[in-house]
């Protein structure tokens, strides 16, 4: 009797099994349909899949957004439990000497070059426009070394302006954020388009934490219990390639 006493209390109290209020760090800029801030509301099929593990195991979420910059500094100093995206390649210098948990994948999605379609496949890119702090993985050595020059702006609106007024070649951004922006703006859903003979990367998108390794845990079961759910959500943000 004892014996079943003292699994019933370690049960009771695992870090696994406690409900939690957690806060997210999160971008505050328009990435729908992955993610947006729209008035004091965190939208979009970042927010419905964090919203529907925490359902899951009674946790209470915050989402707490920042510049994207911003973000990791808030993520440093601990005044957010959680950072969502994150990918250990992410600003590898400015983590460096944290002990942070990463998450299996929420969402693998495409990274690359949109063009004007008539300059589709006719090769190098000299100016290069990307979101302001965005790690540009599969560039950042030709932009130190001054083979491509980098031109960033806050959002992809501001990217539209200026490959229209002709001061970059190319938007190196996600392409789901990009075609879904394109769908209902002036510019039209072919204003630009993927180059994949650019270089181009996968990312993954991770939630990440330096304090609760044990939500992780919970996290990644979540994805692989609920992986058809998952799918769904994807295909109904068109999120899958």
Not at 14 to 33: C, H, M, N, R
Not at 56 to 85: E, I, M, N, W
Not at 138 to 147: F, N, T, W
């Amino acid at each position: 009797m004892k014996a079943l006493w003292s699994i019933a209390l370690i049960v009771l109290l695992s870090p696994t099994l406690v409900a939690k209020e957690l806060s997210v760090g999160v971008e505050q800029i328009d990435y729908f349909p992955i993610s947006a801030v729209r008035g004091d509301h965190y939208v979009g099929y970042a927010h419905d899949l964090l919203d529907a593990f925490a359902k899951q195991y009674h946790h209470t979420l915050t989402f707490k957004p920042y510049s994207v910059k911003s973000l990791f500094g808030a993520f440093k100093s601990g005044q957010v439990d959680f950072k969502f995206p994150d990918n250990p390649k992410w600003a590898m210098e400015f983590k460096k000497g944290l002990d942070i948990s990463y998450s299996a994948a929420a969402l693998t999605s495409i990274d690359g070059v949109m063009v004007l379609p008539h300059v589709k496949g006719q090769g190098v890119i000299k100016r290069l426009g990307t979101i302001m702090g965005f790690t540009r993985t599969a560039y950042s050595e030709d932009i130190k070394k001054g083979k491509v020059s980098r031109h960033e702006h806050e959002n992809i609106a501001g990217l539209m302006k200026l490959i229209k007024a002709d001061l970059i070649d190319g938007v190196y951004t996600n392409i789901f954020v990009t075609r879904y922006f394109l769908q209902g703006s002036q510019y039209g859903a072919n204003f630009v388009v993927f180059d994949n003979s650019l270089a181009f990367e996968k990312t993954q998108f991770r939630l990440s934490t330096t304090s609760h390794p044990e939500v992780i845990a919970q996290f990644n079961q979540f994805l692989k219990d609920k992986e058809a759910w998952v799918k769904k959500l994807k295909i109904k943000y068109g999120l899958l390639p």
